[in-house]
């Protein structure tokens, strides 16, 4: 279940601290007259198995529902679904945030780091590029070497020897 949760916070979802207020909150969004909305009860209902609590509401605004998950019981979810989130910025977020809760950072590195994951105008490389940014911001630890290179100078040894 952490697997399925994971990928419709990935999609769907939102992983938000407030700093000022140390709260969490992680919410998963559906329109109202789409499939997806029936998923949104089932999460809960799974939620609820798993002892985590969760709140369902509509929007009269707007056509859609969420689902969030607030204070301890957020904090029981990111557990959970951490090893298995793919977004990039989420998933930092998401670290940031435990390793707060852990004692690993202060709430000045957290401020610091979270802050770079918040996403800013239209233009914001992170908005729709975050995997990219995240490679660029990223250190390069492990290249694998000079392979393209190697083959050209393969294949130009073999046009020599060709000819």
């Known amino acids: 279940m952490p ?6 916070v990935d999609g769907d979802g939102t992983i938000y601290y407030n700093i000022k207020k140390s709260t969490l ?4 969004t559906a329109c109202k007259a789409c499939e997806k909305r029936a998923l949104l ?11 985590i609590e969760s709140k369902s509401c509509e929007y009269k605004t707007r056509n859609g529902a969420e689902l969030r998950v607030y204070g301890k019981s957020a904090i029981e979810l990111l557990r959970l679904i ?12 998401a670290e940031l945030i435990l390793m707060l809760r852990d004692g690993k950072i202060d709430r000045e590195t957290l401020t610091t780091l979270y802050g ?18 995240l490679a660029r911001a990223a250190p390069q630890t492990h290249t ?20």
């Open 3 to 8: 697997k399925l949760i994971a990928g419709y």
């Open 25 to 28: 909150v992680i919410s998963i």
């Open 41 to 51: 009860d089932a999460i809960q209902e799974a939620l609820g198995k798993l002892g």
């Open 82 to 93: 951490v090893p298995y989130l793919h977004h990039p910025i989420k998933r930092l977020r």
């Open 116 to 133: 770079l994951t918040e996403y800013g105008d239209k233009d914001d490389p992170k908005r729709y590029h975050g995997l990219e940014a």
């Open 144 to 163: 694998h070497g000079n392979r393209a290179r190697t083959r050209e100078r393969k294949t130009l040894k073999i046009m020599e020897i060709g000819t």
